[in-house]
């Protein structure tokens, strides 16, 4: 951490924060005044590596000039104009989602606020298929509004708003047979995240994904991939079932989208998934504005503008490389810059808050379990300041941890 060592500013921020905003995240851990590039500054001017990037948002980083630039523009010709009129912005990237996904002829998309309004939007198009029975996978995260929390698979989240939306059965993760045994003619939708992000970044396999492929066609149901979080190059590819050749039916982005700009999308393929919602069953008022979706454009333009792909594939395999090396990280899974470190002992908080207090932004998702989502234009240099404290500082936090466990 470089910059002042106070946080004076920040706890009078956070004192601030706790009176005026309800306490649903619990006390957030700094104020954060700006960003550039890779690295935030809080309210006393200290410099952090956010490796978090605001949960795998901020694809271009902090401040991408040509992002700003983008917004700025349209902010001053046209932000909103309504679902009762079109703007070219929403018309066009629309179109570039499309050509991205190869989606074949007939292919629509339904533009969002958001990823939980995306999976709404999933959720709605499984129930026009005329059945009820959705497929979702334990461990699952798809959002927080009450049809996307109906396909979550964390109870503890989940409890409190029950009863939800009824017709949802959760199978373990990656197990073969506990999906091939739910199909029936009465299947709506399989829905699968192609990483668990919330979980600690556990992929799927080829092999899963296809099966559920194979049972979605067989039994005329919706197979609808959840990647809000791995879509947008984050994985190295545009969307993370491109690296496994397994197509979905419909597919729910946001995250990346917008590179720091609240937007989400649903992307039906084909015309029969294209056409399950019609004319006046879903709507929104601020989806695709002319500003979010310029934004979103601006960010997709600018990740092939410089190749950010290959980089994404590049630090995210040297990140890989180097987090396996260390004694302590037993797994290091993912694809791409949106990766998980498994640790040796239940201290991945205390690592997480270590980490902060050297100038570190990263994330705890469970007991065991680091996930590092940083913005994708990162470099190896940078990365490296933060393997390199991780390789001094983690020991000690372990050893502390198994001194209190063992009497």
């Known amino acids: 951490m470089s910059g002042g060592t106070g946080l004076e500013l920040d706890q009078a921020g956070l004192s601030r924060y706790e009176n005026a905003i309800m306490a649903t995240f619990g006390t957030p851990q700094r104020v954060l005044a700006r960003g550039e590039g890779s690295y935030v500054w809080d309210a006393d001017g200290n410099r952090y590596l956010d490796l978090l990037g605001g949960i795998a948002v901020t694809a271009l980083g902090h401040a991408h000039p040509g992002w700003v630039q983008a917004i700025a523009s349209q902010a001053a010709t046209l ?10 912005p929403q018309i066009a990237l629309a179109e570039r989602l499309l050509q991205l996904s190869d989606a074949p002829a007939g292919s629509r998309v339904f533009l969002t606020n958001s990823g939980t309004e995306a999976m709404e939007a999933v959720f709605k198009m499984a129930r026009k298929t005329g059945r009820t029975r959705i497929v979702a996978l334990e461990g699952s995260f798809h959002g927080r509004s009450m ?33 091939r ?32 492929r ?5 039994h005329g149901a919706l197979l609808a991939f959840d990647e809000v979080q791995t879509g947008v190059a984050r994985t190295g590819a545009w969307f993370a079932h491109q ?9 729910a982005l946001a995250k990346g989208l917008g590179g720091g700009v609240p937007i989400g999308a649903v992307v039906a393929f084909g015309p029969w998934a294209g056409t399950l919602l019609v004319k006046g069953e879903h709507g929104s008022t601020f989806g695709g504005n002319a500003l979010a979706t310029a934004a979103a454009l601006a960010t997709l333009r600018i990740l092939e503008e410089e190749d950010v792909l290959t980089n994404v594939k590049n630090v995210g395999e040297h990140t890989r490389s180097a987090l396996a090396e260390l004694p302590f990280v037993t797994e290091v899974r993912g694809e791409g810059l949106m990766l998980g ?6 201290v991945a908080a205390e690592v997480a808050a270590a980490a902060l207090e050297a100038g570190f932004i990263v994330n705890a998702p469970t007991a065991d379990s680091l996930r590092l989502v940083p ?5 190896a240099k940078e990365i490296d300041t933060f393997i390199a ?3 001094q500082a983690a020991p000690a936090i372990i050893a502390a941890y198994t001194t209190e466990v063992t009497p």
């Open 79 to 88: 932000a909103q104009a309504s679902n009762f009129f079109a703007t070219e």
């Open 147 to 179: 049809g996307a929390l109906a396909l979550t698979g964390k109870e503890s989240i989940r409890a409190p708003f029950e009863p939800l939306p009824a017709g949802v059965q959760f199978v373990p993760r990656g197990d073969l047979e506990a999906l």
């Open 181 to 212: 045994a739910t199909a029936g003619d009465d299947l709506a939708a399989i829905v699968l995240e192609p990483i668990q992000g919330e979980s600690g970044v556990h992929p799927l396999s080829t092999e899963y994904l296809q099966l559920a």
């Open 214 to 218: 194979d049972l979605c066609t067989e």
């Open 243 to 251: 690296l496994h050749g397994v197509v979905p039916d419909v597919m």
């Open 341 to 346: 470190a498994a640790l040796s002992a239940p």
């Open 375 to 379: 913005a994708l234009t990162i470099s």
């Open 389 to 391: 404290w991780f390789t």
